[in-house]
């Protein structure tokens, strides 16, 4: 890949809701780390803000840097706080309330008072607009495109002050021709217009789903436009002479320049980010079934990694509404450091999904917050060393997280403080002990038998009483937790997926015209590739076909080698293994193939050796402290130790907290830990 040099640093930047982690490395050199706080207003500001801190701290200039590698909220944040664009939307005559109307199945039907589970707020019935034009199921045109109609109805969009506009014409997935001219019409009347495409945002039958995927597209456009430019243009500016590369929600870069044209693929960005990070891990620990667990101030985010390779779903939860674009399969909950605690009307204790975020975070920060957090509670418990908070670049007030508990928890519950705090914690625990649940029982998978991977800041803290909940015996705590979704960024390869409609029954199955459009997607996904200046020959392609049995409204993703005589045999077989994994039984009925999907690789890493070193020299055990632990009736002594002066091999038991710059773990009684040789902590329950 160009860019790349040995003497070149490499930085891997992931905004989180607290914090913007970064990790900055060169090849057979030093690995540096750093946490800056997220600006909420504009992010950018905090990725910028890092490159100061970097050659201020680390003597590293914007201008030694060969690669830049960004994971964004910005896309999941434009649509949770519906700051994404005004936009209008152009359908088939007779289909422009589609995205209104939605799904018969419905998440809540018996809540007094019911909220809409489609996303009309993309496009209100005022911007739905409707064009005379027909495409026929199997391609023909039935009614050509009134193109005076389109210019009227366009015109009436940009007077009303839209930004974007997305195009849904019924069967473009077949036949895109009608929606290849309006784009161009569009284009050419309004070149400042941004103008997303059904056809190739979603070329895939199911129009609501289509539509939906189509409508967030142009919804995101301009936010996502405005962020990258602003980035490039402040990298830039500090001189780096490095492209920027953006993490996608299946796990892989592409440029901004093509982020920019699919914004819709930059939904679980960074969570993506973490995943990738964590299956590093596990393969240096010798662990391919992994559950990650990335605990930030804001968020958790829960991916499940079988036999290395992370889940990958055809369609994800953004904001409550199902988004069809393929994303890695992360459950997302509202439960992190600085989740807020309160004490609800009827009297029971509730933890999020409200958060105190950075600004102004828990009270504990001493920055004017006044409402409980997790944070505070870890405080109170004394797991979080006050004077080592962030690497004890950051100090934390103990008094005012012990007072904020005190009255807003302790005190309308009756209880003391400690025994609020611990509370606070547990209630925390259980919400993410059943997101793990989501991620593996509901896919007829047992937690059991795979290993727990903490990330985040205040992963660690959580990881062996989440463990314990769940019957898990082992905890793998990487070497740098708290940045890990930075790292991830690092070992990331870059990635595209481009896909095609292809409807044919399997038993019927055309191999020649099969071939045929694995090629022409092999062709568009090169380009791509070309595009970012990657080798063809250090390229890796893979192949899918969606599959469901013929009546079946829902597919599933099945790998396929096309060069195979038995492809179509082989596709089948394999089709209902995993029919039976996820949904518990197959039967041997007619399927069909409903689009065929190209995924091409390249670079990326199983490891990143920068992560292994030395023991600093210093010394081991800290002085002890008095924590507070679930089934104990008073204070425990624990054993405090330095993750930097742990070498391979050592080994402790619990109660124990590891301190480090990015996290602390906690070790419950019960547990016990040792070091391995990738530098890994691995923590495993006696007696199991």
Known sequence: MSGLSEAGWEIGVDIGGTFTDVVCRRPGGPLYVMKVPTSRADPS??????????????????????????????????????????????????????????????????????????PVFLAPGRVRKEVAERISASGEIVTPLDEVGLRRVVDELVADGVEAVAIVFLFSFVNPVHEQRAKHLIREAYPDLMVSASHEVDPAFREYERTVATAFDAYLKPTVDRYLARLEEGLARSGAPVPLQVMQSRGGLTSATVARGRPVRLFLSGPAAGVVGGRIVGASA??????????????????????????????????????????????????????????DAGGGLKVGPQSAGSEPGPACYGRGGTQATVCDASVVLGYLDPDYFAGGTFKLNAKLAFDVIEQTVARPLGLTVEAAALGIHRVLNTQMAEGIRQVSVRQGIDPRSYALVPLGGAGGLHATALASELGMTRVLVPRLPGVLAAAGLLAAPVEHEVSAAFASPIDALDLGAFRRVIRELDARAAALMQNEHVAADAVTATHFADVCFIGQSYTLEIPVAAADADVAERLYEDFLVAHDRVYGHAFRAPAKITALRAVHQAGGSEDIEEMRFAPSGTALDLPSRQIHVAGFSGPVEARVLARDAMSSGFEFSGPALVQQSDTTTLVEPGWSGRVDAAGNLVLERKGA
């Open 45 to 118: 500001i905090s990725v910028l803000a890092s490159l100061e801190a970097l050659q201020k701290n680390h003597a590293v200039s914007p201008e030694q840097l060969s690669r830049f590698a960004h994971g964004t909220t910005v896309a999941t944040n434009a649509v949770l706080e519906r700051k994404g664009a005004r936009i209008g939307l152009i359908t088939t005559q007779g289909f422009r309330d589609v995205l209104e109307i939605g799904r018969q199945s419905r998440r809540q039907m018996y809540d007094v008072v019911l909220r809409t589970q489609t």
């Open 286 to 343: 010798g662990d391919g079934d992994l559950i990650t667990i990335d605990v930030g101030g804001t968020s958790a985010d829960i991916a499940l990694i079988s036999s290395r390779k992370p889940l990958i779903r055809s369609e994800g939860d953004v904001g409550g509404f199902l988004v069809r674009t393929p994303m890695v399969d992360v459950n997302t909950i509202g439960s992190g450091g600085g989740s807020i605690a309160r004490v």
